[in-house]
């Protein structure tokens, strides 16, 4: 898994783009949920082809626009990128969708996937939440062949 | 039976399995998981991106995934790839980094 460590800061996967994680550090949540949430996020990316990408941490004060500036930064394709961003000092989560993943992903699913998400981390399972958000986003955005005509 | 016999399988036995299991679950630490987030608690770690494995195909349409390969990342067409390398678009974007979100949900725990 690959992980920009900076805060909001400089922006670049690219920057990070191959680099492996020092996993001796002890993070947030534990490496076997790591290792969970890492294929949750690259399954679900690569069954929907969109780009989902997954934010923790302090979302500012409008945690809205802070969300939105950095799905603008989360990849060379934004328009094909979800940005999941929970900031749980805030209790808040954030599910920005670019353009092109909007279509298939309507607000509809978002909220729905964002329910299911915010019951689970109000009991503490925060990477519970994730996976199952992200399970329930890839659901929802289908495979993409099958939205090809 | 002589009496020390009775105390011993009846008394002593139980006792020793009652305390293995004892010291089973109470040994300290254990099942206590530190990294296990509480609602309320402040978030004091280090903002985290996490992003899917580079060489996820199919993210551009799965088609043409395999020639772009080599490149690590998803397929970028002649345009993405030059700006890539650090050109402005021709359309100089004055107002500050656009807007890319079109859609989305919020919610609070």
Redesign the interface.
């Known amino acids: 898994?690959?992980?920009?460590?900076d805060?909001?800061g400089s922006s670049d996967?690219?920057d990070t783009?191959?680099s492996v994680v020092d996993e001796t550090r002890?993070?947030?949540?534990?490496f076997r949920?790591l290792a969970r949430?890492?294929e949750a996020?690259?399954m679900?990316?690569?069954e929907t082809?969109?780009?989902?990408?997954?934010?923790?941490?302090?979302l500012g004060a409008d945690?809205?626009s802070t969300?939105?500036?950095?799905?603008?930064?989360?990849?060379?394709?934004?328009?094909?990128?979800v940005?999941v961003a929970l900031?749980?000092?805030?209790?808040?989560?954030?599910?920005?969708?670019?353009?092109a993943?909007?279509r298939r992903?309507?607000?509809r699913a978002?909220?729905l996937?964002?329910?299911s998400?915010?019951?689970r981390?109000?009991?503490?399972d925060?990477a519970g939440a994730i996976i199952n958000g992200l399970r329930q986003l890839s659901d929802a955005a289908g495979h993409?062949?099958h939205r090809?005509h | 039976m002589p009496w020390i016999e009775t105390v011993l399988i009846y008394g002593a036995i139980p006792l020793a399995v009652f305390l293995l299991f004892a010291v089973l679950t109470l040994v300290p630490g254990h099942g206590k998981d530190k990294t296990r987030y509480r609602p309320g608690q402040p978030w004091d770690h280090e903002p985290v991106w996490y992003e899917p494995h580079p060489d996820t195909a199919g993210v551009h349409g799965g088609g043409h995934a395999d020639a772009d390969a080599g490149h690590g990342r998803r397929g970028v067409g002649a345009t993405a790839a030059a700006l890539a390398i650090g050109e402005r678009p021709h359309e100089a974007d004055t107002e500050g980094p656009r807007r890319t979100a079109a859609g989305g949900a919020r919610g609070t725990w």
């Open positions: 898994m690959t992980q920009q460590l805060s909001r996967t690219r783009q191959g002890s993070g947030p949540v534990s949920d949430i890492d996020l690259t679900s990316s690569r082809g969109l780009w989902f990408t997954l934010y923790v941490g302090d945690t809205r969300a939105e500036a950095l799905h603008a930064r989360s990849g060379e394709d934004t328009a094909n990128s940005l900031s749980p000092g805030q209790r808040v989560l954030e599910i920005v969708t670019g353009s993943a909007a992903l309507p607000d978002c909220a996937a964002v329910l998400m915010t019951g981390l109000g009991s503490g925060l993409p062949s090809r």
